[in-house]
């Protein structure tokens, strides 16, 4: 993947054009061409100026046992087996950099050549290294990561100077049965070896790599999903529900602890006429469906639960914002009237509306409203007001 020698005056050229774009927008410049600047990159930079200062000198990094331990239990680790050879030859032959990243940014898994080993070392591009963009600003793992497509970034489009000395080819690892971003192949090396068909090769061995993804297991013995279209799962198996069942699942595993058939009934029901007798006929029902698994007095879920509104909440809390929009498929049960769901409902709304206003990326917010088949208002909300405010 070395660059022909005829190119070199054009690659070198290519370098001064964005070094002076990139020092002009770190100077806050008028006199900034944005047109010498993809859009794409443009937009990083801009992101990553809210969140970081130019003088970072590496990437920061987690301890290298951890990063290795979370490699050998990733589904990407069995998945990345059979192309391991591959790479490691394509990375020597190549003088090339190559990292698996996880959805997080984090490396897990990395192999050097001679020509990049201590330049990689030097920056934490090794196991445990963190490459999101708010860890180290524009990077192909970053970029990859929020626009979920193949990238190149080339010297100093990078956002930090440490590695301008750089170009970088970035390719998502889709799960071809759920189409989830389960990580990052990146190949690196000097700006001056840059070819067009290191973004070729690194698409091809990703694409490689999902497909020997294994199938999506489930989540907990009982998955229960409910942001947008609700969808429940049973060891494995899709679970044909009327919505008062999904209703009272998902406030079985919002209440851990258990419920009162009273609570219950307050919690479903509200003020509406409905008797108790008919709260304890769904119960029944529900508990032949999931093999015994809901217990009584109070009645409380047996089994191991998964559920997308918890996860969204968490992770929201946790200000995971990326993990939050991955699950994010429309508001909670919109069409729920049950009181405490609608509470939920609310809280949950409540501060997605915070994340979304923070986002500043057009691309994620349409993959979230194509994904969702109802309750998007707040995406549409925050699309309308980028597009408002010339953000497309």
């Known amino acids: 993947m070395r660059q022909a020698h005829a190119a070199g005056g054009t690659l070198s050229q290519r370098r001064v054009t964005i070094e002076t774009q990139w020092s002009r927008f770190m100077a806050g410049s008028p006199f900034m061409k944005a047109d010498n600047v993809r859009d794409d990159i443009m937009s990083s930079w801009q992101r990553s100026a809210q969140y970081l200062k130019p003088q970072r000198p590496h990437a920061p990094a987690d301890d290298e046992y951890t990063a290795t331990k979370l490699w050998q239990e990733s589904q990407l680790c069995q998945a990345a087996r059979r192309e391991q050879d591959a790479m490691m030859q394509l990375a020597k032959e190549g003088e090339l950099v190559a990292a698996i990243a996880d959805p997080s940014g984090r490396l897990l898994w990395t192999f050097a050549s001679s020509h990049m080993q201590r330049r990689a070392e030097a920056v934490n591009f090794t196991a445990g290294g963190h490459w999101d963009e708010r860890s180290v600003g524009t990077n192909a793992i970053g970029l990859t990561l929020k626009l979920r497509r193949s990238v190149t970034v080339f010297s100093s489009e990078h956002y930090l100077p440490f590695v301008h000395d750089w170009v970088c080819y970035g390719a998502p690892i889709i799960h071809p049965q759920t189409g989830e ?6 190949m690196s090396t ?3 070896r840059h070819t067009p068909l290191g973004q070729a090769a690194v698409t091809e061995l990703a694409r490689s790599i999902a497909a020997g993804l294994p199938h999506n297991l489930p989540r907990a013995e009982l998955e229960i999903h409910a942001m947008g279209h609700p969808r429940v799962s049973f060891r494995g ?5 009327p919505m008062r069942q999904v209703e009272i699942l998902c406030l079985l595993a919002l209440n851990p602890q258990g419920l009162s058939l009273d609570g219950f009934h307050a919690a479903l029901y509200g003020d509406a006429p409905v008797s108790t007798a008919t709260l304890k006929s769904e119960l029944s029902h529900l508990r032949r469906v999931l093999d015994g698994q809901i217990g009584s007095r109070p009645y409380r879920l047996l089994a191991p639960v998964w559920a ?3 996860q969204v909440w968490q992770t929201l809390r946790q200000q995971r914002t990326n993990e939050a929009f991955s699950l994010y498929r429309g508001s909670f049960l919109p069409q729920s009237e049950s009181p405490e769901l609608e509470e939920w409902r609310h809280c949950i709304d409540a501060v997605m509306g915070k994340a979304l206003e923070s986002c500043q990326n057009p691309a994620l917010l349409m993959e ?3 994904h969702s088949t109802s309750g998007s208002e707040l995406v549409r909300e925050r699309l309308a007001e980028l597009a408002s405010n010339g953000g497309f």
């Open 181 to 186: 971003c389960v990580g990052v192949l990146d």
């Open 237 to 241: 198996k899709p679970l044909n529900l």
């Open 368 to 370: 979230k409203l194509c």
């Open 190 to 192: 000097t700006w001056n």
């Open 308 to 310: 997308d509104f918890i």
